[in-house]
Every structure is written in structure tokens, then in C-alpha cells.
């Protein structure tokens, strides 16, 4: 059984810094890529970083020199590293694991709020 569980949401400043992580099970994590996405009321999900299983990543503009995602396949973690945060990244951060095997297989963690605010 697949499971994706966040860690790490809470309140932060602006400013501040919050690190996600996402602990994955039932699948080759190694071989996965993995991507954290995050969705406002009232907006579609986006993308905020992705982490092929090369361990190359690549960013939105808006997060870019910001966020930093990184993995660790013995631990089976993904994270996500959250410096100088805006009010505008306050969202519920949602942590996806994509395998390409004979089909291509997607998972969704459950998500975790992050509020920005003073």
C-alpha cells in the first residue's frame, strides 16, 4: 500500500522558514519522481519543486533561489526547504510521487497548511 505522509506545515512570519517532509512507503522511492505542489483556496494546484530520481530539480519562477527540495532514498524522504517566506506562499502543501514503470503511477500525499503571516 502507497502512502505519502507531510510533516512540517505549520504558522510561520514573513520572512521565516519551514521545512516539509514526506515520508513514503510502498513503492521504490529511489526510482520515483517527487514533486511537492501547493493550492490556495480559490486557485489551481501548482507546481512548487521537482526532484527526478537523478536527484536533479527544477523550480517555478515564484519559488526559485526560495525553496529548496532535496531527497534522501535511504530514508524514503522527500523535503522541502522554505526560506524567506511570503504571505503569497501560504497555501496547503501537498507532496506527489510519480513512477514510470509498464504505466505511469501517481500518488498524493494528504497535504499539510502552511500559513504565512505577522
Known amino acids: 500500500q502507497v502512502q505519502l505522509v507531510e510533516s512540517g506545515g505549520g504558522l510561520a512570519q514573513p520572512g521565516g522558514s519551514l521545512r516539509l517532509a514526506c515520508a513514503a512507503s510502498?513503492?521504490?522511492?529511489?526510482?520515483?519522481?517527487m514533486s511537492w505542489y501547493r493550492q490556495a483556496p480559490g486557485r489551481e494546484r501548482e507546481l512548487v519543486a521537482r526532484?527526478?530520481?537523478?536527484?536533479?530539480?527544477n523550480y517555478p519562477d515564484s519559488v526559485k533561489g526560495r525553496f529548496t527540495i532535496s531527497r534522501d532514498n535511504a530514508k524514503n524522504t522527500v523535503y522541502l526547504q522554505m526560506n524567506s517566506l511570503k504571505a503569497e506562499d501560504t497555501s496547503v502543501y501537498y507532496c506527489?510521487?510519480?513512477?514510470?514503470?509498464?504505466?505511469?503511477?501517481?500518488?498524493w500525499g494528504q497535504g499539510t497548511q502552511v500559513t504565512v503571516s505577522s
Open positions: 506527489n510521487a510519480v513512477l514510470h514503470l509498464a504505466r505511469i503511477y501517481e500518488y
Open positions: 510502498g513503492f521504490t522511492f529511489s526510482s520515483a519522481v
Open positions: 526532484t527526478l530520481a537523478s536527484g536533479s530539480t
